[in-house]
C-alpha cells in the first residue's frame, strides 16, 4: 500500500511562488509514475506534471508548461513542484498520486489520472490578484 502525503501549500499574491511536496511512503518507489494533480471548486480535476522516479524524466499538462517544474529526490522519497509566476487560475486542491510500476519513462508520458491508483489528502493553493 502507496501512502502519500503533500505538503507546501497556502496562499500567496499573484506573481508569487509555492514549492508543494510530497513524502512516499509503502510500496514500490523505484520505477514508478509520480504525479500532481490539481482540482479547482466546480471544475474536474487535472493533471499538472508527472515524474519517472528512475530516471527523473519530467511531463508535464499544460497547466504546468513554463512555469511550474516537478522533480524528486530518490533518496527522501519525496518529489516535489515548484510553482513561480502563480496565477488567481492555479487556485485549487493540488493532489501528488502514485502510478503504476513502468519498465519504462515513456509509459509515464503517457499516464492519465485513471491510472493512478493512490492519492493523497491534498494541499491547498489559494492565489490572490
Known amino acids: 500500500q502507496v501512502q502519500l502525503v503533500e505538503s507546501g501549500g497556502g496562499s500567496v499574491q499573484a506573481g508569487g511562488s509555492l514549492r508543494l511536496s510530497c513524502a512516499v511512503s509503502g510500496g514500490t518507489y523505484s520505477y514508478r509514475c509520480l504525479g500532481w494533480f490539481r482540482q479547482a471548486p466546480g471544475k474536474e480535476r487535472e493533471g499538472v506534471a508527472r515524474?519517472?522516479?528512475?530516471?527523473?524524466?519530467?511531463y508535464y499538462d499544460d497547466a504546468a508548461k513554463a512555469r511550474f517544474t516537478i522533480s524528486r529526490d530518490n533518496a527522501k522519497r519525496t518529489i516535489y513542484l515548484q510553482m513561480n509566476s502563480l496565477k488567481p487560475e492555479d487556485t485549487a486542491m493540488y493532489y501528488c498520486?502514485?502510478?503504476?510500476?513502468?519498465?519504462?519513462?515513456?509509459?509515464?508520458?503517457?499516464?492519465?489520472?485513471?491510472?493512478?491508483?493512490?492519492w493523497g489528502q491534498g494541499t491547498q493553493v489559494t492565489v490572490s490578484s
Open positions: 515524474i519517472y522516479t528512475f530516471t527523473g524524466n519530467p
Open positions: 498520486a502514485a502510478g503504476p510500476v513502468y519498465g519504462g519513462t515513456s509509459q509515464c508520458g503517457r499516464a492519465k489520472s485513471a491510472d493512478f491508483d493512490y
